[in-house]
């Protein structure tokens, strides 16, 4: 399967940079059996560049694969910083754009940690709106509902103010398809107000961020292909950020009548794009060596070394070393995890708790942010291992 055209513009400009081969199809799935795990396939990864409007795809992305209603495992809210973070970041979008008392609509809800905050702190009515949506998560609050489908043209008839859409885009192969379904629903209405986060590529392309990439994530935004695609749609960009050390890449934008040319300051030029992509090719090989190089003495000095951090993020680094042999496990604290399986790789989840008598001597943080966090736990156990952050 190989897709020629920006799935963003339409475009057939398209520049090939990195190929990951054999990676696991399936990242945040939840999987009881070792069995059932190992035998997620496997496919390559090859992202492409759009030289007409920034945008970073994988060209050979599978669509005909059940990746969503499964079930899968997403939340972050088991972490006091990941908590701190997104309450202080919804505080601020509510206030903006004077969100409170009001019809919000989240497109990927999960398992509804976020809608359920915009509601609680907003004093706002809420629809999450998700294929794999799971019940009892969340706190019940009368003024929110749910619904358990793939969002579409129809879901336009509910009452919106504010359509929110978080960490969902990057699963989206018809990204142009998608925000059109979104500007159809909207119409003639122009107060909405549309409040996206998706994990930003340039902080990727930056540092070799490789973890970052993984077969479940068809869609690499950057500022210029994320203001390319609303602009497209008739959106005007209200305001685009990073945070999250980076990692997030935040837009909020209204509809309009006529395409606005209104680029943000954020957007690179396709020049710029491009040297970032060069500097990562030519960068990549050396990064991911230096790691082999790492692991391979931390497994011939019998060092214990655990990852901290499963989801995505820890198929996206197993899926580079695994066959190193120098990991045996994965540690998560979100506990429904717990027991599970990693898909492709195979190891089972543990608690943090599991490491007070496993005593390891190095711990791989998948998302640096978290570092203070972990050191604490491991502190508060009597643990000293090294540490080392993504
Ligand atoms: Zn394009």
Redesign the pocket.
Known sequence: MKHTA?P????TDIYEFHELKNAPTQSLVTIKDYQEAINIPRKNINLGF?Q????IFNTTFDTSIDYYTKGYEDQQGFSPTFKKFISEITERVLNRYDIHNKDVIEIGCGKGDFISLVCELGNNRGIGIDPAFVPGRTKPNPNLSFISEFYSEKHGALPADCICCRHTLEHIHGTNEFLKTIRNSIGDRKDVILFFEIPDITRILKIQAFWDIFYEHCTYMSPL?LGNLFRANRFEVLDMYVEYDSQYLFIEAKPVDEISTKKHPLELSIPEMKDLIEEFKSKIGVTLDSWTKRLTEFKEKGLKTVVWGGGSKSVGFLTNFDHIGAIDHIVDINPHMLGNYIPGIGKQYASPEFLKEYKPDVVIIMNGVYKREIGDMLNNMGLNPEIIPL
């Open positions: 920006c963003n513009c339409s475009h759009c007409n409007c920034g945008f292909s």
